[in-house]
């Protein structure tokens, strides 16, 4: 791997520590996204594992248009610069569009690019410009390989602060299958690779109207991924997730998490 990526106090990469990110898929509100960052930031701190929180202000992908998308770019905006001034917490989102880049940008430590948008060069290297770390989401219709042409584009910008996210594969009808080859192929190109272990066990428009879940295989796929090898471990959590507004059949209760957040910290202290 040619590549760590510095967040300030955070490195991630080959050697370094296991990094978590993790939240609620979206913001509900400002107390709810509040309450599970500080959540995460105490759990976190106690079994001193390294942090990013992750909530999108916008879910612009959702299967209907009735679906529950977020406050927006300004109100989500202003929540996640409040949650990352008080509670001194490092900030991911997505941005779907190139005019919320440089707003996003003076809040976001980095910046994500959504699986279904990583092959638009235009937005990729608007994002890269930022000079901000950048999370690319591998498309579920990409083969592992085909990232390193996405990270060219980041670095003709100059940006060389990149993470690559493995978020499965399309294996027929809603559903997904995640290939932990990818993880070893993707760190060969010269980056770190986060493994997204919940949106792996989504189920794409699975029910309807909106996307299922199988929650039950997130821990054993997180399990897996930092044996292979993973850098990070990506996780969409809620406090009760059978009412989310996004993504609850795919998201993790808060209160099942000490025990994952401990063994994936063993594992990859056996796997270093």
Known sequence: MKNIVEIEN???????????ISGPCVIEDAETTFEIAAFLKKLTQQLEIPFIFKASYDKANRTSVHSYRGPGMTAGLEILNRIRSELDVKILSDVH????????AKVLDIIQIPAFLCRQTDFI???????????????????????????????????NRILLTERGAMFGYNNLVADFRSIKIMQDIGYPVIF???????????????????REFAPILARAAVA???DGIFLEVHKDPDRALCDGPNSLRLDSLFELFSQLKEIRKAVK
């Open 196 to 214: 997204d272990a919940t949106h792996s066990v989504q189920l794409p428009g699975g029910a309807g109207t909106s996307s299922a879940g199988q």
């Open 97 to 104: 569009e190139v005019h919320e880049i440089a707003e996003a």
């Open 228 to 230: 292979a090898g993973a």
């Open 10 to 20: 955070i490195s991630v990469g080959q050697g370094c520590p296991l990094v978590l």
């Open 125 to 159: 290297l608007a994002v890269a410009k930022t000079g901000k770390p950048v999370n690319i989401k591998k498309g579920q219709f990409l083969a592992p390989w085909d990232m390193k042409n996405v990270t060219e584009k980041v670095l003709s910008a100059g940006n």
